[in-house]
């Protein structure tokens, strides 16, 4: 055989080989997924099981079978927040309402003195509406909640497509028109549809900057007013507010609260949370269709995505000035209302994506909704990453982290380092010499007093991988493709910091991502703490990968060369807040800091060195709160971007503050 034909065969056997492996690691996160449903099935049928009825109606069930059956069909596939979480929400916002709702509309001392305001720039805001068949309320409702505006710099724009049997929307316009020169009225020869109708609105329009309202829907007073402070303030060019779903006429009876955070590029990707009210410069449409009639469903998805990538200035309104209506017809209603709507919404971020310079992904809904989407990026390199664990005596947690390590990952090309720290035990010593026949592991040796920060920074050295996992030795593996979850997101230039999903022994979560300034400390803390792992979260916020501003060094994953060039952890932070303080770090050099929940592991919080909150650990956790209050006081001042203020620092479940004065935080 000559050297063309041998070079032949052995690229024929290295392309076979890459075929197979990529099969293999399919069908490994197909398993992967499928035993995660399995689990959530299972949870729903335990619960139900265990529940008063069930037991109670065991003499029927042999008559009723068939209905039974059927009722259990339906509540396996239900709500995984559960009637308590349910019930509590509705305690909640009931609460809020004095602050959110109708209470929070200006005195007419307020309204006074928010229409004398003066401001520094003159500027005129195009509502566009598109119309088609509105009910007569509905649209008496919108007008309304524009004319009573405090700003009075306003343009409405309707754009009627209705039917003849809806002539009266036609007539009422026309006679509104009449009454206030500022509603501009267009009946069209026929209906274009949300995108067209909406279009044709913005050929009307003669305003700065145009702002997107719903034929059904209801505006605060104030809304105008707080954006042109925003815009004269930070000169906003791209704004959008919380908002809340109301059934009925009345505002008060709301269904969700949507308290958001700032603008978050990976967040809107999985998920529209900008959605209204949407107002930004005109300028900002030169080159650029408002809304394309191909995504029908997500048109609104759509122009946020490709408008805020040219915005400068986006500024979130974190106040509940938007109120939006659920009714049959509507998709506050449920996505069934509207089911093109997903296929919409995944044509969307595709487009967007592939403006971004992705060619390979995925787009599914997740279980938290049909519009809430997890987003899978392939890998276009296989780059070396350097797992570090710290570690002192506890062979059995090392042990069972390590193992599911090796046993489990689906990714190939890592090496786990091992730091030890003064232990003391043989058992310790034994397996070290055990698991350093692995090719992958080495183990290496800090001599010192313990200290997270100083540990890593001296593991780092030892490395020789592109990219760092800082690991605790007391987790474990759930995720077969958890190296390739976090380096989807690593791999990206605009990336710091990617954090995993991190639950307790019970399946409870103990990390899904870090707040500063929440606990009692004021430093930092983790949301959705202690949840149950089948609840979505609030607003889905467990179902997709997300920014926030720090993650735990209990499972991060960073570029070596990041690391490198911002000096490693803080040594000055021996054990606590070093991860948060090396986040805000990247956030200074403008990274982005994500947490998927993609990426799973068990973390038997601290068992390995005990507590931070007893004796003299307590007093070095003070020590350390109070340097970094200190160093970051801006940053916890001006309070997380990704929380909005409107939640209580004093709980990590996203409860709403409560207080006795009126109007939003």
Not at 284 to 312: N, P, V, W
Not at 397 to 422: A, P
Not at 511 to 531: D, E, K, N, P, Q
Request: aromatic share 12%; with cysteine; proline share 3%.
């Amino acid at each position: 055989m000559n050297q063309q034909n041998e070079d032949n065969l052995e690229q024929y056997y290295k392309d076979l080989y890459e075929r197979e492996k990529a099969k293999n690691e399919t069908l490994v996160y197909r398993l992967s997924d499928a035993q995660r449903q399995i689990e959530d099935l299972t949870r729903k049928l335990d619960k139900i099981k265990g529940s008063i009825f069930w037991k109670l109606a065991k003499p029927f069930r042999v008559v009723i079978n068939f209905f039974l059956a059927s009722k259990a069909r339906i509540l396996a596939h239900g709500n995984p927040k559960g009637i308590a979480h349910k019930v509590l929400n509705k305690y909640r916002q009931k609460r809020s309402i004095k602050i959110h709702g109708k209470s929070s509309f200006p005195t007419p001392a307020e309204r006074k003195a928010q229409e004398e305001t003066v401001f520094d720039k003159k500027i005129t805001f195009s509502i566009l509406v598109p119309l088609y068949n509105t009910p007569q309320d509905f649209l008496t409702d919108m007008i309304d909640s524009v004319t009573t505006q405090t700003y009075g710099g306003w343009q409405l724009c309707l754009a009627d497509g209705s039917d003849e049997e809806h002539s009266y929307v036609g007539e009422y316009c026309r006679k509104r028109a009449t009454q206030d020169e500022r509603i501009c009225y267009r009946k069209l020869e026929s209906n274009e549809g949300i995108s067209g109708n909406t279009n044709r609105c913005l050929t009307m329009a003669k305003g700065e900057y145009i702002a997107l309202f719903d034929h059904d829907d209801i505006l605060h007073p104030s809304v105008l007013y707080e954006y042109m402070k925003a815009i004269c303030e930070k000169d906003a060019d791209y704004l959008y507010c919380d908002e809340a779903t109301f059934k009925g006429n009345n505002i008060d009876h709301m269904i969700t609260m949507h308290f958001k955070p700032d603008f978050a590029p990976d967040n809107l990707r999985a998920n529209n949370y900008i959605c209204h009210f949407s107002a930004f410069k005109k300028e900002l449409l030169e080159g650029e269709e408002l809304f394309r009639s191909q995504f029908d469903g997500s048109q609104d998805h759509d122009m946020i995505l490709r408008l805020t990538d040219k915005a400068q200035h986006i500024v979130h309104v974190p106040k509940m000035l938007y109120y939006w209506r659920s009714h049959k017809n509507s998709v506050a209603s449920g996505i069934e209302a509207k089911t093109y709507a997903v296929d919409a919404a995944k044509g969307a971020i595709a487009d967007h994506l592939r403006r971004h310079g992705y060619e390979n992904f995925e787009i599914e809904s997740t279980r938290a909704f049909a519009t809430i989407f997890r987003i899978r990026y392939a890998l276009t390199t296989r780059p070396k990453v350097s797992i570090l664990i710290p570690n002192k005596d506890h062979v059995e947690d090392l042990s069972r982290c390590v193992e599911s390590i090796i046993n489990l990952s689906t990714y190939d090309n890592y090496e786990i380092l091992i730091i030890e720290n003064n232990s003391e035990t043989s058992e310790i010593r034994d397996y070290y010499e055990k698991i350093s026949e692995h090719p992958a592991v080495k183990v290496v040796t800090y001599e010192g007093v313990f200290n997270y920060s100083k540990i890593n920074n001296f593991g780092e050295k030892q490395a020789n991988g592109e990219y760092l996992l800082l690991l605790n030795n007391d987790t474990q593996i759930i995720t077969p493709n958890w190296i390739e979850e976090m380096l989807m997101y690593a791999t990206r230039e605009d990336v710091g910091v990617v954090g995993a999903k991190l639950y307790y022994e019970d399946k409870t979560i103990q990390h899904a991502g870090i707040v500063i300034g929440l606990g009692a400390h004021r430093t930092a803390g983790h949301t959705h703490y202690g949840v149950p792992e089948a609840n979505v979260g609030y607003m889905g916020k467990l179902c997709y990968a997300q920014d926030v501003t720090a993650v735990t060094g209990a499972c991060m994953m960073v570029k070596r060369s990041l690391y490198e060039a911002l000096g490693g952890l803080d040594e000055d932070f021996s054990v606590a807040l070093n991860d948060v303080d090396f986040c805000l770090k990247t956030r200074q050099k403008g990274y982005l800091n994500i947490f998927t929940p993609f990426a799973e592991l068990y973390h038997y919080e601290s068992r390995s060195r005990g507590g931070d909150k007893q004796d003299a650990n307590a007093i070095r956790y003070n020590q350390e709160s109070d340097r970094f209050r200190m160093k970051w006081e801006k940053e916890l001042a001006a309070g997380d971007p990704y929380y909005n203020p409107n939640f209580s620092l004093d709980h990590s479940d996203f409860t709403v503050k409560w207080k006795k004065d009126k109007g939003a935080v």
